[in-house]
């Protein structure tokens, strides 16, 4: 009993069963699901809609019919599937923001942009498209093979003839197991226009194809930036394409609209809008003070209305970063061609097309020319009987039958049974003049018409010149422009290369709000002149800073606390001369209550540079400039300061030739810094407190050869002086006017996140530094200026070499007329003074023209300031020369 049914039994290896199993499940789901066919561009599911709308008796070509009986026929026919998925494909070919030229024409809601879905299928009503018939004609010639249906039924075709290139044009997407396509829609006529141009160079490369087809057309528009991911894509089959929204910008009340014309393909506008709001509540996104759906019929139409103080440019690039106003398609080209999945390039998928139509123009050639052989073999034998009319009549007269009159028009006239067959069938009158006429004439029709096929099938350039034909007459027919902008990013150019260089003025705000303004528009007045109006301020806000600077230089802006920002010049928005300008938070990522206290242009990052940063306190640090040349976004840590200091300003100097050798002693056995010292002195959050650090810098001081006499006096010893009197040295100021002036060498350069070390004591306890400079020698002419506007030139000379770390020396003598001292500069001949007030006033003045003064004066009035202050002073380059007398300090 047991032998018996164990011969019964078949021993399986279930680990090859199960993989057997699912190679069948998962090349079922590739084939005959999930991907298209490269040759017609459409999955199963979409093929058999269309054979179906095409077939049906409800004459769905030419007329509406419910949707619900379509997708019966479907599933009832061909497609072995639930009724669901066959009206989601059928909703989607008919949707004009989903396929850039639809297959099916949608009578009913069918969604929208906004993500609505479709109506129930017995709501709505579909027939096919002008497109459908051009994939479907010619199916019935045998230009394609027919499949059985899932239960041999019927037949259906496994692909269609397709005399348009639909895989390109209305793309695809779609999961299977393991893989996955995504083919963006392309133009039509670009399409056509590259096939053309691919017939008549058959190696043509991708540069000149891309000649014709430029990139992805979605039926959304939007615009696509940037060509690498596109050139990437048709050249590999793999790729990244950035499309954009299309924006215009309109004026509303002195206020700027950003008006959203078209959306990135496959954006959901409700969402986005919700998206939109969500951030300006949660203050993600400032400077939007309402956004609104104003799309119709007539299109798409989001409104996006700014504040007064909001800035077009900044607010749009916030929301192409946060939102789906910018997304990526990724493009992958993956379609099924001789039943095997492949990742196809440009050129590739263009060649199949073109091969599947030299296919079915030679099915289609040969059908015909053997329906017309058919026919002309007929006509034969209808002309031989029409000119033996008289005999043929007398022997079917005298025939029994068909049978025998068959039999005797084959044997008497040599005629073939269809011939035989078609004369006994032939009516009477056909015996007439004009019936024998257009017999003979349609034989000659056909005997053209069959020579014209045997060519056609003999001759591949004919057959070129047919498809050639047929695809300028798709062309003419549709006529489907590009509606998606194809524009340069500007990671594929240097944006550099189209700004021009020119001299700006930057300005900006105790508020945050900053400009530039080509320095030619503030014209060159005398000293003591009122200026013209610079900037237009809020009641509350007065101008804190200002510098000029060249378009493609960089502008690194250090904060109160210590961090260090990047941006280019070129990417502060141009404002008129009285404009507020906008505000610098939507352009570097400032944190909450942080304030820009020193702003530094620098048009390189050369290690021959340092950044020098100086402090309220009195603190100066020293770090070379090539550390801060790659700057995150959010910026990074210049220096670490201590909780009740803040930085003042920063400046770059150059460095001595000899100072190699001076640092290079600092970091010797004898420099009082061990390598433990120095790691701690410059690693990140560094923090000495007061004493330990003046203990290290009066350490390193006295074993560097310095040695202070007493608190009020800071002359070197003579072989210090004879080494670096006249030398680079940076000059600091408070606002008391005092100043200390020290060679550069006495500050080496440290980490990025050090700490620093003393630059200044002060005499007074409500004392503070306002401004240092760089002096490259003594002969070089200092300028200094009071908030009163009272200003003096003097010599470097004249400010003795000390010790950093001391107290200094008088630098301007002031009083209750001159206010206390705002700020040093270098006077260069080449170069203007301009000084802004704080009520926005601007006023430029010939540096030669300020007298010069003794270290221990006053000076002469510069700006006429009356009731208002000065609160900055920078150089600008020098325009016409005037002469102008000085007006002395009463």
Request: glycine fraction near 6%; proline fraction near 2%; aromatic fraction near 6%.
């Amino acid at each position: 009993m047991n032998s018996m049914f164990d011969s019964d039994i078949e021993v399986v290896d279930i680990e090859n069963s199960i993989k057997a199993s699912y190679l069948d499940y998962s090349m079922s789901v590739i084939i005959g699901r999930a991907l298209p066919d490269a040759r017609d561009g459409l999955k199963p599911v979409h093929r058999r809609i269309l054979y179906a709308m095409e077939h049906d008796e409800s004459k769905s070509r030419t007329t509406f019919v419910k949707s619900a009986r379509i997708v019966g026929a479907v599933i009832g026919r061909y497609h072995p599937h639930g009724d669901t998925a066959v009206y989601d494909a059928l909703v989607r070919m008919a949707q004009s923001f989903s396929m850039r030229v639809p297959s099916i024409d949608g009578q009913g809601n069918f969604g929208s942009i906004d993500g609505d879905g479709a109506a129930a299928m017995r709501y709505t009503e579909a027939k096919m498209s002008a497109l459908s018939h051009e994939l479907l004609r010619d199916i019935d010639k045998e230009t394609v093979d027919f499949i059985p249906n899932y239960d041999d039924s019927e037949k259906e075709p496994d692909v269609l003839p397709s005399r348009v290139p639909n895989l390109l044009l209305n793309g695809s997407s779609g999961i299977a197991v393991g893989m996955a396509t995504n083919i963006p829609p392309h133009s039509l006529n670009e399409l056509i226009d590259g096939l053309l141009y691919l017939l008549d160079n058959k190696n043509a490369s991708l540069e000149e194809l891309m000649q014709f087809i430029k990139g992805p057309d979605f039926p959304t528009g939007g615009i696509i930036y940037g060509k690498k991911g596109i050139i990437e894509a048709y050249r590999t089959g793999r790729g990244r394409v950035k499309i954009r929204a299309k924006t215009h910008i309109e004026k509303k009340s002195n206020k700027d609209v950003i008006v959203i014309d078209e959306l990135p393909y496959q954006t959901n506008k409700a969402r986005l809008i919700e998206q939109i709001a969500e951030l300006v509540k949660e203050k993600q996104i400032e400077g939007i003070s309402e956004v609104r759906d104003e799309s119709d019929r007539e299109g798409i139409r989001v409104v996006i209305e700014l504040k007064r103080d909001a800035m077009s440019e900044i607010v749009l690039n916030n929301l192409f970063k946060s939102t789906t106003m910018e997304s990526t398609f990724g493009v992958i080209m993956l379609a099924i061609n001789n039943k095997e999945p492949k990742i196809f390039s440009l050129i590739e998928l263009l060649n199949i097309f073109l091969t599947h139509r030299k296919t079915v123009i030679i099915r289609r050639s040969i059908f015909e020319l053997q329906k017309a052989r058919t026919r002309a073999h007929i006509l034969e034998g209808l002309k031989i009987a029409l000119d033996n009319i008289d005999a043929v009549i007398a022997l079917i007269k005298a025939s029994a039958d068909n049978v025998v009159a068959k039999e005797g028009l084959m044997r008497e006239f040599k005629l073939s049974e269809a011939q035989a067959n078609a004369i006994l069938e032939m009516r009477l009158g056909r015996l007439t003049g004009l019936e024998r006429e257009k017999i003979e004439n349609e034989l000659k029709e056909l005997l053209k018409e069959i020579e014209r096929l045997e060519n056609l099938l003999k001759s591949e350039a004919l057959l070129e010149d047919l498809i050639r034909d047929e695809l300028k007459e798709i062309k003419n027919k549709f006529n489907v422009p590009r509606i998606t902008q194809i524009e340069d990013d500007y990671d594929d150019i240097d944006i550099e290369d189209l700004i021009p260089n020119e001299n700006m003025v930057v300005t900006i705000t105790h508020r945050g709000y900053i400009k530039r303004v080509p320095s030619k528009t503030y014209e060159k007045q005398k000293r003591g002149g009122k200026g013209k109006v610079a900037i237009t301020t809020y009641e509350d806000d007065f101008i804190e800073s200002f510098f000029t600077a060249n378009t493609h230089d960089t502008l690194m802006f250090v904060t109160d606390r210590g961090q260090l920002y990047w941006l280019k010049v070129y990417k502060i928005p141009e404002g008129s001369r009285t404009a507020k300008g906008k505000a610098v938070v939507n352009l570097i990522n400032l944190q909450a209550d942080e304030k820009i206290k020193a702003i530094i242009p620098t048009s390189d990052f050369e290690k021959s540079k340092s950044l020098c940063f100086f402090t309220k306190n009195g603190l100066i640090k020293r770090t070379n400039l090539s550390e801060y040349q790659n700057i995150r976004s959010v910026g990074v840590r210049a220096i670490n300061l201590d909780e009740n200091d803040e930085l003042v300003t920063a400046i770059v100097v150059v460095r001595d030739e000899n100072e190699a050798l001076t640092n290079a002693e600092f970091r010797g056995e004898n420099s009082g810094f061990d390598e433990s010292q120095n790691a701690e002195f410059e690693r990140k959050n560094s923090s000495f407190d007061k004493d330990e650090n003046e203990i290290l810098a009066s350490n390193q001081s006295k074993e560097e050869g310095f040695e202070f006499k007493d608190e009020n006096s800071q002359e070197l010893d003579p072989s210090a002086e004879n080494l670096e009197q006249g030398g680079k040295s940076l000059l600091v100021v408070t606002k008391k006017g005092m100043c200390i002036k020290f060679s550069l060498s006495r500050v080496r350069e440290i980490g990025r996140v050090a700490r620093g070390v003393s630059a200044i004591k002060f005499k007074e306890k409500n004392d503070e530094v306002v401004g240092a400079i760089f002096v490259q020698d003594d002969e070089q002419e200092v300028l200094s200026i009071s908030t009163k506007g009272i200003g003096k030139r003097t010599n470097a000379g004249e400010y003795r070499l000390t010790n950093r770390g001391g107290k200094g020396v008088i630098c301007m003598k002031l009083t209750d007329k001159t206010r206390d001292l705002i700020s040093v500069i270098t006077v260069d001949e080449g170069m203007d003074l301009m000084a802004l007030t704080s009520s926005g006033k601007m006023i430029r003045v010939d540096m030669q023209s300020i007298r010069k003064a003794g270290r221990n004066t006053s000076g002469v009035i510069v700006v006429n300031v009356e009731n208002d202050e000065v609160v900055s002073i920078a150089k600008c380059p020098k325009q016409d020369e005037f002469e102008g007398e000085d007006e002395e300090l009463d």
